[in-house]
């Protein structure tokens, strides 16, 4: 069993940055691909980012391309998204996601684990 624990978001300004984190516990990290999703109000989830278990492979949403960066650290068992450029559209719950397989994702359906969502508020 895998549990993740988000943290890092909060309110921030347009233009502003913020750093989520997300913290793996339980079986092999290294082992796992990882994604971030978020889902805004009255919204369904969408897909964010992802990156290979490895860390040598990175997807993005097109809404956030250049903007966001995925990365990870095995050795911590943690994976990060650097937020950049935010926009008021950038408001949601992100959650982070971890799936069984070393290849990235953006299809929310094949992630095993998901973490409870940490806010993020862009003011404009």
């Known amino acids: 069993q895998v549990h993740l624990v988000e943290s890092g978001g909060g309110l921030v300004q347009a233009g502003g940055s913020l750093r989520l984190s997300c913290l793996a516990s339980?079986?092999?990290?290294?082992?796992?691909?990882m994604g971030w999703f978020r889902q805004a109000p009255g919204k369904e989830r969408e897909f964010v980012a992802a990156i290979s278990a490895s860390g040598g492979i990175t997807r993005y949403a097109d809404s956030v391309k250049g903007r966001f960066t995925i990365s990870r650290d095995n050795a911590k068992k943690l994976v990060y998204l650097q937020m950049n450029s935010l926009k008021s559209e950038d408001t949601a719950v992100y959650y982070c996601a971890g799936r069984t397989y070393l290849n990235e994702s953006p299809n929310g359906y094949l992630y095993n684990y998901w973490g409870q969502g940490t806010q993020v508020t862009v003011s404009s």
């Open positions: 339980g079986r092999t990290f290294s082992t796992y691909a």
